[in-house]
């Protein structure tokens, strides 16, 4: 071992002298370089890696960027919507408007080539055990999103919802909106309120409470941790309509004193 180390770090007169054959050779970069054209020039290889880019940029240009078919109301007027309900770029302007049809083909992000996946979001979905809550829910599980269902089950059920348990993207929370609530989502979707009449005729001041107090604490967390927003309404804004369908244009016909 000692006299290893010896020999390692000294020269040892009994060693046998290295000779040029045996000394590394000093590297020379360009020689690498020239193998390597060679190489390529030889049996045809550099045709083959063309071919291959050229069939690359046909597809990568040719193909149909991703898109996804949404369900949309035939009457409205999705410009205003888009933002929170289309994860899309601000770029992505042009499928924001015209649905003329009850569906329309949105472009969810640009050319994204098949294969690679849209990272998916985290979202708050509140009322989500309810009727359009748990369709909603349905669709952003489906696209890859993280949800989490925050509802009191007033007049939701958790059976709308349940398909979803064991899912590690989905998850409930049993909580009333009126009480405030911290998350960290990237969108907030704002559904809790008890929408029929005879559910929110119920108990008008918990309706009032749920409808302002609730959707403040929803606004509040959005502001804090920077979420977009959406918040559903109810076609009663829109008083006893003298244009039907209702645009989003149309300010409705509301008398604000009488019943
Ligand atoms: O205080 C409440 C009241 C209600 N909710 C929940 O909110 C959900 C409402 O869903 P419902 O099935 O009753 O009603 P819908 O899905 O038809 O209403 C939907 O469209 C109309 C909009 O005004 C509603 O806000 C929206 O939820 C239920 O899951 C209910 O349990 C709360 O989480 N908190």
């Known amino acids: ?6 020999y390692r770090g000294h020269e040892n007169e009994n060693q046998p002298q290295a000779t040029n054959f045996d000394l590394p050779k000093p590297s020379k970069p360009w020689l690498s370089i020239t193998h390597f054209i060679r190489y390529i020039l030889r ?3 550099l045709v083959f890696v063309l071919i291959g880019m050229a069939i690359a940029t046909i597809f990568f240009t040719f193909l149909p ?3 996804t078919t949404y369900p949309l109301h035939p ?8 933002d929170s309900y289309f994860p899309s770029e601000k770029t992505q302007v042009t499928t924001r408007v015209n649905y003329n049809g009850f569906k329309a083909n949105v472009n969810l992000g640009g050319k994204i080539p098949l294969g690679l996946k849209r990272k998916g979001l985290r979202i708050v ?6 009727f359009v809550g748990s369709h909603l829910v349905d669709r952003l599980m489906a696209r890859g999103d993280s949800v989490i269902v925050v509802d009191n089950f007033f007049t939701g059920r958790k059976e709308n919802v349940m398909h979803h348990f064991g899912n590690p993207r989905f998850e409930l929370i049993r909580h009333d909106v009126v009480e405030p609530l911290l998350l960290e989502v990237d969108q907030i979707y704002h559904l ?4 029929s009449p005879v559910h929110y005729k119920f108990n008008p001041v918990k309706t009032i409470k749920t409808n302002v107090v609730g959707t403040l604490n929803m606004l509040g967390l959005a502001k804090r941790i920077g979420a977009r927003f959406l918040l559903t309404s109810t076609s009663e804004v829109y008083g006893d309509p003298l244009q039907h369908p209702q645009v989003e244009t149309y300010w409705g016909n509301v008398n604000p004193i009488g019943k």
């Open 1 to 6: 071992m000692a006299s290893e180390l010896i």
């Open 192 to 195: 809790a309120c008890p929408a």
């Open 125 to 130: 979905v509140t009322g989500g055990a309810g």
């Open 65 to 67: 960027s991703s898109s």
């Open 75 to 82: 009457y409205r007027n999705y410009e205003s919507l888009s």
């Open 43 to 45: 049996e045809n290889r």
